[in-house]
């Protein structure tokens, strides 16, 4: 089954406690990207990736890092997580004709 | 740049009643134009494209959009609302072919409900 999945898909955690989300897909999509969604803000890129070691910042990429070292993984990154940062993560990766393939989403929560 | 607007952050209807979800955009060149369904604390569904073929788009369960360039809108319907439809609705546009972000960009969002 074609899809995008992310983990975890819930997490907790304090200020400045470094942390990782996973996001990987089974397309072999070159492009892949993040989007965090906020109430009334609907979904913003954060960064994305064109292919493998080639990656660019997209509206909102204060932050986070991420990296593409494989073309089926693309991790998002915070290195020093805010309160700011309590969002709703979603990883996408492009296929035909621009679709976005979206996982399923990663609630995240900085205290 | 490309922007879009959907006019109405909620949207309620009785079930059976049709469904009238609003979106404008910007674009400075032929874009393609999408609407995706967020289902309570679940991802985003693509619900149908337009990619510059027909102007009317039929999608998933029973809903269609029109593309109308002159108007710059891509308005979402369904003739008859079920109960199962209540969920937030995003459109979003995309420049065709754009090798430099490739983003969509979304709208607000806007939140379905169906009252019985």
């Known amino acids: 089954e074609a899809q995008v999945t992310q983990n975890p898909r819930y997490l907790i955690t304090v200020t400045g406690k470094k942390l990782t989300v996973t996001c990987s897909q089974n397309?072999?999509?070159?492009?892949m990207s993040w989007y965090r969604q906020d109430p009334g803000l609907g979904l913003r890129q954060i960064y994305y990736?064109?292919?493998?070691?080639?990656?660019d910042k997209g509206d909102v990429p204060e932050g986070y890092k991420v990296s593409r070292k494989e073309k089926r993984n693309f991790p998002l990154i915070l290195e020093s997580p805010s309160p700011n940062q309590t969002s709703l993560y979603f990883c996408?990766?492009?296929?035909?004709?621009?679709?976005?393939?979206f996982g399923p989403g990663t609630r995240l929560l900085v205290l | 740049a490309q922007s879009v607007t959907q006019l109405g952050s909620h949207v309620s209807v009785s079930e059976g009643a049709l469904v009238l979800l609003r979106c404008n955009y910007s674009?400075?060149?032929?874009?393609?134009l999408f609407w995706y369904v967020q289902y309570p604390n679940q991802g985003l569904q693509l619900l149908l494209k337009?990619?510059?073929?027909?102007?009317l788009v039929k999608g998933i369960n029973g809903f269609e959009a029109e593309f109308k360039k002159s108007e710059t809108s891509f308005h979402l319907t369904k003739p008859s609302a079920h109960m199962s439809d209540a969920a937030e609705y995003f459109c979003?546009?995309?420049?065709?072919?754009?090798?430099?972000?490739?983003?969509?960009?979304f709208g607000q969002g806007t939140t379905l409900q169906v009252k019985p």
């Open positions: 990736s064109m292919n493998v070691e080639v990656t």
């Open positions: 397309m072999n999509h070159e492009y």
């Open positions: 996408a990766s492009r296929g035909y004709q621009e679709t976005q393939y």
């Open positions: 979003a546009v995309s420049v065709p072919g754009s090798c430099t972000t490739g983003k969509l960009i």
């Open positions: 337009y990619t510059s073929a027909a102007t």
């Open positions: 674009s400075s060149v032929p874009p393609y």
